[in-house]
């Protein structure tokens, strides 16, 4: 099926396969999340090890916040394919400009 398609729509249906897979294993990374959450709610006391743990889920989730939003608006599976290839491009761009950073330091 996929060699029927253009090269721009396989391109793009590889990007939002990658985005897909890239947001479930984050949101799977946060499983452990709601009862370290609830261990302060219960009466406990989070130790420095699980402040820690908390601080790194919480990063996860603020980086897929934009998928998140996105994924709210109306007509957003339309929008998704089209969202991921341009957070692609933006990662691109600054992969090149950190090589040359690198190559301009040496």
């Known amino acids: ?3 029927v398609l253009p090269g721009w729509w ?6 939002q396969r990658r985005e ?6 984050e949101v799977m990374a946060t499983r452990g ?5 609830m261990k302060a709610r219960n009466g406990g006391q989070w130790t420095p090890a699980e402040r820690l743990e908390l601080l790194e889920h919480l990063r996860r989730i603020a980086h897929l916040s934009p998928y998140l939003i996105v994924l709210l608006l109306p007509g957003s599976m339309l929008i ?7 957070l692609d491009r933006r990662r691109l761009k600054r992969k090149d400009e950190a090589l040359k ?3 301009a330091g040496q």
Do not use: C, D
Not at 20 to 25: A, E, L
Not at 80 to 86: D, G, M, N, Q
């Open 1 to 3: 099926m996929t060699a």
């Open 10 to 15: 396989r391109q793009l249906l590889s990007s």
């Open 20 to 25: 897909v897979q890239r947001v479930i294993g």
């Open 33 to 37: 999340m709601m009862p370290l959450l």
């Open 80 to 86: 998704l394919p089209v969202y991921a290839w341009w």
């Open 101 to 103: 950073r690198r190559e």
